[in-house]
């Protein structure tokens, strides 16, 4: 029994409610990994952007 306790979920769900949560794993992950990929560009971009700064300032 104290196994099951972590694992709660009605036993009228089908399927479909467990290709949902796939799907929405899934999805969740997708999005995860685009927000990452989001940020390291934007990350990228700025740093390219102030680069020139450095020389003005004289710090490289």
Known sequence: MAGRLGHLRDPFEG???KRRELRLR???L???GMA???C???AAVWIQ???PLKV???LG
């Open 40 to 42: 390291g560009l934007t």
């Open 49 to 51: 952007a102030l680069s």
């Open 15 to 17: 399927r479909g409610a």
């Open 56 to 58: 003005v300032l004289g």
């Open 30 to 32: 997708l999005a995860l």
């Open 36 to 38: 990452i990929v989001a």
């Open 26 to 28: 899934i999805e969740g």
